[in-house]
């Protein structure tokens, strides 16, 4: 089992920065790509960016240049130059794989309870 908490958002104005933080525990050695989600009022939950193990990042194109994600055994997203349309909850998510003697197992999925994020105009 991985639990996860974020921490870190709030209302900020556009322009703004914001440090999200997900503070993994529990079995964080079987982490393999962790990733942060966003989901706005009435619409589908999004991906914002993702990083694996070995440090590979991937990024939603609407947060390119202004986001950035990294990880050590926690997960951190800092959000520079924000704009109203990134108001969301953000989720923080992780996948793990488990082995059972050679053969892995899953990847499951693991997911934060949220953090609010507001940037007004």
């Known amino acids: 089992q991985v639990h996860l908490v974020e921490s870190g958002g709030g209302l900020v104005q556009a322009g703004g920065s914001l440090r999200l933080s997900c503070e993994a525990s529990?079995?964080?050695?079987?982490?393999?790509?962790m990733g942060w989600y966003r989901q706005a009022p009435g619409k589908q939950r999004e991906l914002v960016a993702t990083?694996?193990?070995?440090g590979s990042t991937n990024y939603a194109d609407s947060v390119k240049g202004r986001f950035t994600i990294s990880r050590d055994n926690n997960m951190y997203l800092q959000m520079n130059s924000l704009k109203p349309e990134d108001t969301a909850v953000y989720y923080c998510?992780?996948?793990?794989?488990?082995?059972?003697?050679?053969?892995?197992?899953?990847?499951?999925?693991?997911w934060g309870q949220g953090t609010q994020v507001t940037v007004s105009s």
């Open positions: 998510n992780a996948q793990a794989v488990y082995y059972s003697g050679t053969k892995p197992l899953g990847p499951y999925d693991y």
């Open positions: 529990g079995s964080f050695f079987s982490i393999t790509a």
């Open positions: 990083i694996t193990s070995s």
